[in-house]
């Protein structure tokens, strides 16, 4: 779990799936760094180039000279790349965006980046200069010089300010590093180990934080008789909070018109958005034309032959900004349509079962999603964009709720949470799915025996897929599905722009015996009972900050309207009578103002964003983590994306005593 008071530390590629060049050795890449730091006669770049200094270089610049020829571009404006052993790096001024620029690339997936034009600094420095190693992890150099960039584990990289550099100094703080205007000249800070910041505090207002929350937001009543049963959902509320710049996170929600049962489902992108995109709009589609019977898949195929009106098979919930793709809808109908035909040609007769239809439906899409990248399309728009779809990839979460029935079918590592309420009104929180990650010994099992023994400590390595890709389970990522020589192809004969990217191009190491990933889901049944109020379907943002069984209880609570309190702790600490009693008027304000929201998903996002030590919300923490740039968000959180389904207690119970 990630505390908003520190930053979220992304794993070494994580972001947009883009890769950047060494950065160029010449005295013009020097960077903040460089300009603080070489004060020697002799130019920078005779120790960048190779070329023999007017005298002898001091160990200082030797340092930076290291440091310059293995630093890299994290620019917004250009690809970025992985951070070699967590160490410091130093910015190339590539960047037209004058701004800090933070760069954290790929989330799922860390990229292998070219090899520096020199060795690494610490087993290539001079025994002098070895010394200062640990100054360098430890956030030393910066007491000695002045304006740098600390890289330990992180993706941080600066661009030269806009005004002059003698006037800045460094800063470092736990939560950002600093840059401040010294009163006196900048020489009599760069060797004193005391100094001091002036930080600058702003926080939106109430009504900024609920505009930025509330943004998403979308709620839904189910009618308690649809004309063919009673509905076991009373409603559902979801949302989204982006910390990507596009969001990478997708939702959908429909209720099936030709069966029973409603779908609702988040889907987590990586790599891009554009794979969560395409399966939020068609997976759906390809459950319900899973679940039809025979005669009504004949009906619809006669219909689309003789041009007649076809029955509707979803009747959507989405919000505005909820997106279609208008220009690839009839490419998807198409293969939607070769799907039924072949269900028509293998009709058995039986009656379909659930489970089965959602496990075919998933590996359906996705072998589609493989196939029109394949083939290819003579619309170059729709071509680099299927194209897009395959490299990129998606987790999927999907719950299908048919009167008592709960089926869940989950692919990757966002997750299913049950609330119950106990008789004695506590709740405790029930999982209906499992990760598909390194965290899951059965998953790192299935693995390997599907592999060579000789792979065995390839195929999952550093808690990755090959090394690289987090979930073990997704749509998507033909780089992990298709041979070599079919990547080659295929990426030879399309758009110039697939070309020219770099992920594309690049072959995961110890690439033997693909395929590699599987988008089957794990499907997990569930009977309902009139105590299972309420069904969380979240993307992994939100279970990175928040324990389950806390958002089974923030969740209960918001909606029975009923806050249990437990005890005030003060930590051992001697408090007076007045501060008890202000903790205690704090407390009753906060329980006056707790349900504000009118959206269970809303409530929940501002608890999983804004949550102290307490387990309260600090408008103030609040503030300050939706006021961070994009550059920044992405380093303290993921994308959080939600639907809350709410049961009804009474016509389940119905159905109980209808079968007993």
């Not at 070219?114 to 200062?132: E, H, V």
């Not at 554009?274 to 759906?284: D, G, I, K, P, Y």
């Not at 009747?315 to 208008?326: E, G, I, L, M």
């Amino acid at each position: 779990m990630i505390s908003p008071l520190y930053p979220r530390i992304p794993r070494c590629g994580e972001g947009p799936a883009r890769l950047c060049p060494p950065a160029p050795s010449s005295a013009r890449g020097v960077g903040w760094l460089g300009s603080f730091l070489v004060s020697s006669p002799a130019p920078l770049s005779h120790s960048l180039t190779g070329d023999p200094p007017a005298s002898p270089p001091p160990p200082l610049t030797l340092l930076i000279s290291a440091l310059l020829s293995m630093g890299r571009c994290c620019c917004r404006c250009r690809p970025c790349c992985c951070c070699p052993r967590g160490v410091w790096m130093v910015s190339a001024p590539c960047c037209d965006d004058r701004r800090m620029c933070v760069c954290p690339g790929p989330r799922r997936i860390g990229i292998p980046v070219r090899s520096s034009s020199l060795p690494l600094y610490s087993d290539a420095m001079p025994a002098p200069t070895q010394l200062l190693f640990p100054l360098i992890r430890n956030c030393e150099l910066s007491r000695i010089c002045g304006t740098a960039c600390y890289c330990h584990h992180t993706h941080l990289c600066c661009s030269p300010p806009p005004f002059p550099l003698s006037r800045l100094r460094y800063a470092p703080q736990k939560a950002f590093a600093t840059v401040c205007r010294p009163k006196d000249p900048f020489w009599q800070y760069s060797h004193t180990r005391r100094y001091a910041t002036t930080p600058q505090r702003f926080y939106l207002t109430p009504p900024q934080v609920n505009s930025i929350l509330k943004a998403n937001e979308y709620s839904f009543k189910v009618p308690e008789f649809d004309g063919k049963n009673l509905s076991s959902v009373l409603g559902f509320d979801s949302n989204q909070l982006p910390a990507n710049a596009p969001i990478e996170d997708r939702r959908s929600a429909a209720t099936c018109l030709q069966t029973r049962g409603m779908l609702l489902g988040v889907f987590d992108g990586h790599a891009g958005c554009a794979c969560s995109q395409a399966v939020s709009e068609r997976l759906f589609y390809y459950i319900a034309v899973s679940l039809l019977p025979h005669e009504t898949l004949l009906e619809i195929e006669n219909a689309v032959e003789s041009g007649r009106a076809l029955l509707p098979i979803l009747q959507w919930h989405k919000h505005p900004n909820d997106y279609f793709s208008r220009e690839a809808s009839k490419l998807y109908f198409n293969s939607l349509r070769t799907y039924w035909q072949e269900l028509i040609d293998l009709n058995t007769g039986e009656t379909t079962d659930v489970k089965e239809a959602l496990i075919n439906a998933f590996k359906r899409l996705d072998n589609d999603i493989s196939l029109e990248a394949q083939v290819g399309d003579p619309n170059s728009f729709l071509n680099y964009l299927v194209l897009r779809v395959a490299f990129s990839g998606a987790t999927a979460c999907v719950a299908h709720v048919d009167g008592v029935d709960l089926h869940v079918a989950n692919t990757g590592d966002s997750r299913a949470m049950l609330g119950v309420q106990e008789e004695d009104g506590s709740w405790s929180a029930i999982t209906l799915s499992n990760d598909h990650n390194a965290q899951n010994e059965s998953e790192v099992e299935r693995l390997k025996l599907e592999h060579p023994k000789s792979e065995a400590k390839s195929v999952v390595k550093q808690d990755r897929l090959l090394g690289l890709l987090m979930p073990f389970r997704a749509f998507g990522d033909v780089k992990f599905k298709w041979s070599i020589e079919l990547q080659k192809r295929v990426i030879e004969s399309g758009p110039d722009q697939l070309n020219d990217n770099e992920y594309t191009k690049f072959i995961p190491p110890n690439y033997y015996t693909p395929p590699y990933l599987t988008a089957e889901p794990e499907v997990i049944y569930h009977r309902l009972r009139p105590q299972d109020k309420f069904l969380v379907l979240a993307t992994d943002g939100l279970w990175e900050t928040m324990h389950r069984q806390d958002v089974v209880k923030i969740v209960g609570e918001y909606l029975t309207g009923v806050h249990q309190q437990s005890p005030i702790s003060v930590g051992g600490y001697k408090v007076t009578l007045g501060q008890m009693h202000g903790l205690l008027a704090e407390r009753r304000a906060k329980i006056s103002s707790a349900f504000e929201d009118q959206n269970a998903a809303t409530h929940l996002i501002r608890h999983a964003v804004g949550n102290n030590e307490f387990g309260a919300v600090d408008h103030e923490r609040l503030s300050k983590m939706l006021s961070l740039p994009e550059e920044l968000a992405r380093m303290y959180r993921d994308d959080i994306t939600i639907i809350v389904v709410q049961f009804n207690s009474h016509v389940v119970g119905a159905y109980q005593n209808q079968e007993q």
